[in-house]
């Protein structure tokens, strides 16, 4: 091994990394000799910066010097004030992997320079980039940002690698949700479907708590937080205490604070139990439900068809969650690791993948691209042109690395130019989704409209995503690599991920053979009987459409149907002049 890579869960309420040495993962203690440090960041009246369990003591007597729950704000423009110190979700986060950071070098001995971060499977592309770039402030190369539950499934497969099953991972940490639905065979983990949302965890479930609460003594939490943040803040530990009990115990008690934080001794107390919890936590089941079932949609899978539900995160101790995952299921969820270190272990398995750590020699994984790629497009509506409107060329789910093709065309005769739009998302309309970039592709032949192009999207496991547009009458060739969430590569090292990319590309229509078999049957057409000439032409069709899919199976299924009827027609095609 020539560095030590470290595996880093990243978390919305707690973090924690680990290493990968003599063959296993092992999770890394911090400077107080926990596994978790508190995602929190606090400046004291001194302008000293604290990170981790003394600022989340802080947050509980002087919450506004603190700030917690910034994960869920990378990728935007917010911004916090803490003590006159003004911070950004990248900056926050950074402190807290520079903390991490510190404690596994203490830990090692050793200056760390590299990690594998983990993020929500459903970080759209500027949280994934946010997130590199608070790695980097921090110090580290990030070797490769890895989906949470993928990382998850990892530690699982390492453990159980000759297992054949379907499994179904559900990670709820503090402030995000996701679902990723996998295979595991012969050592190879293959990541099948993924759904998500990015504003839904455990601090949720706590707030609803802390909203009923509030609800019973006549406040509403938006105003109570503005006029007596002491006693909101105190209240929100009560409340997160009283649930987490919840997960050994069959009820719990919260105790209302004074307008000033403190318990009196004749504080008000409120009982809870799981059918009350439940209850008020039913419109964030509703939510939590949805993800769900379009990952088995995407996956085409029934719940019957899962063979372990894997539990991920800390806040999938609620009971609440566990009941809702054997209701569902109708199994008992797996949880053979902590919920709350599986992530990190996963983290580092994937470092020691990237390393080629012989303990890993054996294991192999897929992913799959959590959302979809497309370009915008003008439609047509009683002879008037809308432009606006997305058209998927990788869709959500895809395995990847790959490469797809489609065909568009010009819009208006003489027209000589066409600024191609990426976009990333699921909405019909591009407004409604995030712009990765732009490609200009100019030079057409002037002519009338509907002048042919295709375009390529070819994806890799690195975040690189390579468009490529070639003008059909000409040739000519444009391209244009995206890297937004690409792990942290040199120029030189992103020029050689574009050339491996090319041996996943598939265009049977560039091949010559192909054509020369296409102009073959063509000519047979005319010198067959009406009968055979429509089961030609059929064939033909078919063929050509599999030639513009580029997939590879549904290309060599379309040619043996081709060659197949060419035989059946006592039409012989010499294969080898090819």
Same mark, same amino acid.
């Given at each position: 091994?020539?560095?030590?890579?470290?595996?880093?869960?990243?978390?919305?309420?707690?973090?924690?990394?680990?290493?990968?040495?003599?063959?296993?993962?092992?999770?890394?203690?911090?400077?107080?000799?926990?596994?978790?440090?508190?995602?929190?960041?606090?400046?004291? *009246?001194?302008?000293?910066?604290?990170?981790?369990?003394?600022?989340?003591?802080?947050?509980?007597?002087?919450?506004?010097?603190?700030?917690?729950?910034?994960?869920?704000?990378?990728?935007?423009?917010?911004?916090?004030?803490?003590?006159?110190?003004?911070?950004?979700?990248?900056?926050?986060?950074?402190?807290?992997?520079?903390?991490?950071?510190?404690?596994?070098?203490?830990?090692?001995?050793?200056?760390?320079?590299?990690?594998?971060?983990?993020?929500?499977?459903?970080?759209? *592309?500027?949280?994934?980039?946010?997130?590199?770039?608070?790695?980097?402030?921090?110090?580290?190369?990030?070797?490769?940002?890895?989906?949470?539950?993928?990382?998850?499934?990892?530690?699982?497969?390492?453990?159980?690698?000759?297992?054949?099953?379907?499994?179904?991972?559900?990670?709820?940490?503090?402030?995000?949700?996701?679902?990723?639905?996998?295979?595991?065979?012969?050592?190879?983990?293959?990541?099948?479907?993924?759904?998500?949302?990015?504003?839904? #965890?455990?601090?949720?479930?706590?707030?609803?708590?802390?909203?009923?609460?509030?609800?019973?003594?006549?406040?509403?939490?938006?105003?109570?937080?503005?006029?007596?943040?002491?006693?909101?803040?105190?209240?929100?530990?009560?409340?997160?205490?009283?649930?987490?009990?919840?997960?050994?115990?069959?009820?719990?008690?919260?105790?209302?604070?004074?307008?000033?934080?403190?318990?009196?001794?004749?504080?008000?107390?409120?009982?809870?139990?799981?059918?009350?919890?439940?209850?008020?936590?039913?419109?964030?089941?509703?939510?939590?439900?949805?993800?769900?079932?379009?990952?088995?949609?995407?996956?085409?899978?029934?719940?019957?068809?899962?063979?372990?539900?894997?539990?991920?995160?800390?806040?999938?101790?609620?009971?609440?969650?566990?009941?809702?995952?054997?209701?569902?299921?109708?199994?008992?969820?797996?949880?053979?690791?902590?919920?709350?270190?599986?992530?990190?272990?996963?983290?580092?398995?994937?470092?020691?993948?990237?390393?080629?750590?012989?303990?890993?020699?054996?294991?192999?994984?897929?992913?799959?691209?959590?959302?979809?790629?497309?370009?915008?497009?003008?439609?047509?509506?009683?002879?008037?042109?809308?432009?606006?409107?997305?058209?998927?060329?990788?869709?959500?789910?895809?395995?990847?690395?790959?490469?797809?093709?489609?065909?568009?065309?010009?819009?208006?005769?003489?027209?000589?130019?066409?600024?191609?739009?990426?976009?990333? #998302?699921?909405?019909?309309?591009?407004?409604?989704?995030?712009?990765?970039?732009?490609?200009?592709?100019?030079?057409?032949?002037?002519?009338?409209?509907?002048?042919?192009?295709?375009?390529?999207?070819t994806y890799d496991l690195n975040g690189i995503l390579e468009v490529e547009a070639i003008i059909e009458e000409t040739g000519k060739r444009f391209a244009l690599v995206l890297t937004q969430h690409a792990k942290s590569l040199t120029e030189a090292e992103i020029a050689e991920a574009v050339k491996r990319m090319q041996s996943i590309k598939f265009y049977p229509r560039d091949d010559l053979k192909n054509q020369r078999l296409v102009l073959f049957c063509e000519r047979m057409v005319g010198e067959v009987g009406p009968f055979e000439r429509q089961q030609l032409e059929e064939a033909i069709d078919i063929f050509e459409h599999a030639m513009s899919s580029n997939e590879r199976e549904i290309f060599e299924k379309a040619r043996q149907h081709l060659m197949m009827i060419l035989s059946s027609l006592g039409i012989?095609?010499?294969?080898?002049?090819?």
């Amino acid at each position: 091994m020539t560095h030590t890579i470290v595996g880093i869960d990243l978390g919305t309420t707690n973090s924690l990394c680990a290493v990968f040495k003599d063959g296993q993962p092992q999770l890394v203690p911090n400077v107080h000799g926990d596994f978790l440090t508190p995602s929190v960041v606090g400046v004291m *009246d001194d302008q000293q910066v604290i990170v981790g369990a003394p600022a989340k003591e802080l947050r509980v007597t002087h919450p506004q010097k603190c700030s917690s729950c910034f994960k869920r704000w990378m990728g935007t423009d917010q911004k916090v004030v803490l003590n006159g110190k003004e911070f950004t979700p990248v900056e926050l986060s950074s402190l807290v992997l520079k903390s991490l950071k510190q404690d596994v070098e203490n830990h090692l001995r050793e200056n760390i320079h590299h990690a594998v971060i983990t993020v929500p499977a459903y970080f759209n *592309d500027n949280q994934r980039k946010a997130t590199k770039r608070a790695g980097e402030m921090a110090g580290f190369r990030v070797a490769r940002m890895i989906n949470e539950p993928t990382a998850a499934a990892l530690t699982y497969g390492f453990h159980d690698r000759q297992a054949e099953k379907n499994l179904i991972v559900i990670d709820l940490g503090g402030g995000t949700f996701d679902v990723t639905l996998m295979e595991i065979f012969e050592g190879t983990l293959e990541i099948i479907s993924t759904a998500g949302e990015c504003m839904l #965890g455990g601090e949720d479930f706590t707030d609803r708590l802390v909203s009923a609460v509030l609800k019973k003594e006549g406040m509403q939490l938006e105003s109570a937080e503005l006029k007596y943040p002491l006693q909101v803040a105190r209240l929100r530990e009560e409340c997160d205490s009283a649930k987490r009990a919840l997960a050994d115990f069959e009820k719990s008690e919260i105790r209302m604070p004074n307008h000033d934080g403190v318990f009196d001794p004749s504080a008000k107390k409120l009982s809870i139990n799981h059918e009350n919890f439940a209850a008020i936590c039913k419109p964030l089941m509703e939510r939590l439900k949805k993800p769900v079932e379009r990952a088995l949609r995407d996956g085409q899978l029934s719940p019957d068809k899962i063979d372990e539900v894997i539990l991920v995160g800390g806040a999938t101790r609620m009971p609440v969650l566990r009941s809702f995952a054997k209701e569902y299921f109708g199994r008992e969820p797996h949880i053979k690791f902590d919920p709350d270190q599986v992530v990190a272990l996963g983290a580092s398995v994937q470092a020691a993948l990237i390393d080629d750590d012989d303990a890993v020699d054996d294991m192999v994984m897929t992913d799959v691209c959590p959302f979809t790629l497309g370009v915008e497009i003008t439609k047509e509506f009683g002879g008037r042109f809308t432009s606006g409107f997305f058209s998927p060329i990788i869709h959500r789910n895809t395995t990847i690395p790959v490469s797809k093709e489609d065909t568009f065309y010009t819009l208006h005769s003489g027209q000589t130019e066409v600024n191609l739009r990426v976009f990333q #998302g699921e909405a019909r309309k591009v407004d409604d989704n995030l712009e990765l970039g732009e490609l200009s592709i100019t030079g057409f032949p002037i002519g009338p409209a509907g002048q042919p192009f295709r375009v390529r999207f070819t994806y890799d496991l690195n975040g690189i995503l390579e468009v490529e547009a070639i003008i059909e009458e000409t040739g000519k060739r444009f391209a244009l690599v995206l890297t937004q969430h690409a792990k942290s590569l040199t120029e030189a090292e992103i020029a050689e991920a574009v050339k491996r990319m090319q041996s996943i590309k598939f265009y049977p229509r560039d091949d010559l053979k192909n054509q020369r078999l296409v102009l073959f049957c063509e000519r047979m057409v005319g010198e067959v009987g009406p009968f055979e000439r429509q089961q030609l032409e059929e064939a033909i069709d078919i063929f050509e459409h599999a030639m513009s899919s580029n997939e590879r199976e549904i290309f060599e299924k379309a040619r043996q149907h081709l060659m197949m009827i060419l035989s059946s027609l006592g039409i012989e095609y010499d294969q080898h002049n090819e």
